[in-house]
């Protein structure tokens, strides 16, 4: 079995910056002051770590911090819960999943730096929530890196199976997607339809670096299908 884990943001779809115009609203309406997002990178982070960043950068600490992320974090699932997007499908996404879905012997799964609730509100904005039954989340663990395993032990419970590492493939579009499979034992696959240049991808070691999910005759081939 292999199983494929998503990443969401630059992957699967373009939510058109809805994802840090809503934290940057959420943690300025709890802070009571605003907390500008502008120096803080996005990509292939995790909404927890993300909001942590931009608090600290507007100078919470200790306990204060920790009360104005728990706080600013549920405001930002209660924002995100009431929007409707526009979140678009990148090109190509709809035909990989039901290909994938319909393919004898593969999973598929998300690996995705946003909260578990906010993941499935994008998705659902999309009209893609209905391929994913599990995944690691940003809600499971701020580090990206800690992902991987999070995803091997859901996948355990959910498809009721031993996945190996070397079984699954996590598909992306920034450095730390290939990065933390690659540091699990996974295979990765890395596409152009985010933020991060195409030879950053290159130097970051992903198997196989498609310029979008258009380009799907190699991903078909990779995972031997
Ligand atoms: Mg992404």
């Given at each position: 079995?292999?199983?494929?884990?998503?990443?969401?943001?630059?992957?699967l779809v373009d939510a058109h910056g809805l994802g840090r115009r809503t934290i940057e609203s959420a943690l300025g309406e709890v802070a009571g002051r605003p907390v500008p997002s502008a120096r803080v990178p996005f990509?292939?982070?995790?909404?927890p770590a993300i909001a942590a960043e931009m608090l600290r950068q507007a100078g919470f600490s200790g306990e204060r911090h920790a009360e104005m992320l728990s706080r600013g974090l549920a405001h930002y699932t209660a924002l995100m819960m009431a929007h409707d997007g526009p979140v678009d499908l990148l090109p190509g996404v709809e035909s990989v999943l039901n290909r994938l879905e319909a393919s004898d012997g593969v999973a598929l799964g998300l690996l995705t730096g946003n909260l578990e609730v906010t993941a499935y509100a994008k998705l659902r904005m999309a009209g893609i929530a209905r391929f994913f039954?599990?995944?690691?989340?940003?809600s499971d663990n701020p580090d990206r890196y800690g992902l991987p395993e999070v995803a091997l032990g859901r996948a355990r419970s959910v498809l009721g199976a031993h996945v190996d590492p070397a079984s699954?493939?996590?598909?992306?579009?920034?450095?730390h997607d290939v990065g933390c499979g690659r540091g699990a034992g996974m295979r990765t696959v890395a596409v152009c339809t985010g933020p991060v240049p195409r030879e950053d991808l290159v130097a970051a070691g992903a198997d196989l670096l498609l310029e979008d999910l258009a380009d799907a005759q190699p991903l078909y081939r990779f995972l031997n299908l």
């Amino acid at each position: 079995m292999t199983l494929v884990l998503f990443d969401i943001d630059g992957t699967l779809v373009d939510a058109h910056g809805l994802g840090r115009r809503t934290i940057e609203s959420a943690l300025g309406e709890v802070a009571g002051r605003p907390v500008p997002s502008a120096r803080v990178p996005f990509a292939g982070r995790t909404d927890p770590a993300i909001a942590a960043e931009m608090l600290r950068q507007a100078g919470f600490s200790g306990e204060r911090h920790a009360e104005m992320l728990s706080r600013g974090l549920a405001h930002y699932t209660a924002l995100m819960m009431a929007h409707d997007g526009p979140v678009d499908l990148l090109p190509g996404v709809e035909s990989v999943l039901n290909r994938l879905e319909a393919s004898d012997g593969v999973a598929l799964g998300l690996l995705t730096g946003n909260l578990e609730v906010t993941a499935y509100a994008k998705l659902r904005m999309a009209g893609i929530a209905r391929f994913f039954g599990f995944g690691a989340f940003g809600s499971d663990n701020p580090d990206r890196y800690g992902l991987p395993e999070v995803a091997l032990g859901r996948a355990r419970s959910v498809l009721g199976a031993h996945v190996d590492p070397a079984s699954c493939v996590v598909v992306g579009d920034t450095i730390h997607d290939v990065g933390c499979g690659r540091g699990a034992g996974m295979r990765t696959v890395a596409v152009c339809t985010g933020p991060v240049p195409r030879e950053d991808l290159v130097a970051a070691g992903a198997d196989l670096l498609l310029e979008d999910l258009a380009d799907a005759q190699p991903l078909y081939r990779f995972l031997n299908l």
